[in-house]
């Protein structure tokens, strides 16, 4: 993890330099940009292991930078948003953002959210090029964690990387009843408790893509007051 390099895009020049300075200070390689046009050449160019994003940008937005680099690439990126975001937030994550984090934010809080992403990152890496990792077939659902690929009724399913780790997860699990504190520590890596409306957001996408009629699950269930559950 240490020398990961991180893409910080930010166009708060104050921002960008201590975001910068904490990263760097704690071994990482960073890389910056301050506008979206400007955030995809590096990307494309330097293929670092995480992006830091703000929405707010001159050129091209987050959002549309967050859309374009997740047709090109599967790299964990973490949007910052602000408070009056809050519908810039949901959106982020529809489109492929793996987390978000709310301006202001404590550089703790956001060195241990980088350090969370990109364990997670490199732990489906090493699955990826595990040739044990076998498929896991339900009635018509198959994950293949090796290809990294979803398919239901023999047609290929398009997932943002954590909507297919929080699948996964819940899959090998199938049955057991998890809280959202315990899937953003598990499928996130967070060791503290983070922002459930994350985990609310991937399950209602997952929902979208999955269920037949997505206001009645019948694999992907909520269990009032406890948490999420996969039967199958």
């Not at 602000?82 to 987390?99: C, N, P, Q, R, S």
């Not at 398009?158 to 953003?184: A, C, I, M």
């Not at 609310?200 to 269990?223: C, F, G, N, S, Y």
Request: proline share 4%; hydrophobic share 40%; glycine share 6%.
């Amino acid at each position: 993890m240490a020398g990961s390099k991180i893409l910080i895009v930010e166009d708060d020049r104050t921002l960008l330099d201590v975001l910068k300075y904490n990263l760097t200070k704690e071994g990482f390689h960073v890389v910056t940009a301050t506008d979206g046009i400007q955030a995809l050449e590096i990307a494309r160019g330097e293929k670092p292991q995480l992006i830091v994003l703000d929405i707010m940008l001159p050129q091209l937005n987050g959002l549309e930078v967050c859309r374009i680099l997740r047709q090109e690439m599967t790299v964990p990126i973490l949007m910052l948003t602000a408070k009056t975001e809050e519908i810039d937030k949901v959106v982020g994550l529809e489109i492929g953002a793996d987390d978000y984090m709310t301006k202001p934010f404590s550089m703790r809080e956001f060195i241990a959210r980088v350090r969370a992403m990109l364990r997670r990152s490199e732990l489906i890496q090493q699955q990826a090029n595990d040739d044990r990792e076998v498929p896991i077939r339900i009635d018509d659902l198959e994950i293949d964690p090796g290809r990294h690929v979803v398919s239901c009724g023999g047609s290929i399913i398009e997932l943002t990387p954590k909507e297919f780790d929080l699948l996964s997860y819940l899959v090998k699990n199938r049955g057991r009843v998890f809280s959202r504190d315990h899937l953003l520590d598990r499928v996130w890596g967070y060791d503290y408790a983070g922002d459930t409306r994350t985990v609310d957001v991937h399950m209602r996408w997952l929902r979208q893509k999955l269920e037949a009629d997505p206001a009645h699950p019948l694999r992907l269930l909520t269990i009032r007051g406890v948490g999420y559950k996969f039967e199958g």
